[in-house]
T-cell receptor
């Protein structure tokens, strides 16, 4: 079975400061990892993914994530947070032998002006 | 590219009636679509996987006779909530899988807010 843990329900960060949203995963075989963002009453928007290759993945809106195989982590990062980044962020994983995504419970990011 | 639409975006219905939600892939073909349910402040729960031209595969605990899924074409899947009750009120999100992508990315619709009174 595959699973995702997002240990923080909420992350608060001041505008302009770097932000990190944590994610760890468990899956058989090589993982396919994704980050999505959800604004209120909206569907999920794709931010970035890791499939293979460079451990540092760059995505939309200045976000990036680092795949760490030994720690089974895929933390989302941004060097300088914007108030408009405030939203709900979901990490998801899919095993190489599965087409189903498993989501974490989500982390609410609040960027304080 | 890879845009998924849902209709309606919100719907209010009376208890006992049925509601149909459409999910369309606008600029690509999707042989597989997924239906999720999201409760307030919670993650997405996969309800069922819909493959074009075949019966949907439901997750454990999801009533297939209550949540009817039809995937009649490569660009359209529908979810019908039959005999809706207030506990069916939720945010329903569909996604479509991009087959040409080696990672089998899923692109999500904007969601449908269902309120049953």
């Amino acid at each position: 079975a595959q699973s995702v843990a997002q240990p923080e329900d909420q992350v608060n960060v001041a505008e302009g400061n770097p932000l990190t949203v944590k994610c760890t995963y468990s899956v058989s075989g090589n993982p396919y990892l994704f980050w999505y963002v959800q604004y209120p009453n909206r569907g999920l928007q794709f931010l970035l993914k890791y499939i293979t290759g460079d451990n540092l993945v760059k995505g939309s809106y200045g976000f990036e994530a680092e795949f760490n195989k030994s720690q089974t982590s895929f933390h989302l990062k941004k060097p300088s947070a914007l108030v408009s980044d405030s939203a709900l962020y979901f990490c998801a994983v899919r095993g190489a032998g599965s087409y189903q995504l498993t989501f974490g419970k989500g982390t609410k990011l609040s960027v304080i002006p | 590219g890879a845009v998924v639409s849902q209709h309606p975006s919100w719907v209010i219905c009376k208890s006992g009636t049925s509601v149909k939600i459409e999910c369309r892939s606008l600029d690509f073909q999707a042989t597989t679509m997924f239906w999720y349910r999201q409760f307030p402040k919670q993650s997405l729960m996969l309800m069922a996987t819909s493959n074009e031209g075949s019966k949907a595969t439901y997750e454990q605990g999801v009533e297939k006779d209550k949540f009817l899924i039809n995937h009649a074409s490569l660009t359209l899947s529908t979810l019908t909530v039959t005999s809706a009750h207030p506990e069916d009120s939720s945010f329903y999100i569909c996604s479509a899988r991009v087959n040409r992508s080696i990672s089998y990315e899923q692109y999500f619709g904007p969601g449908t807010r269902l309120t049953v009174t």
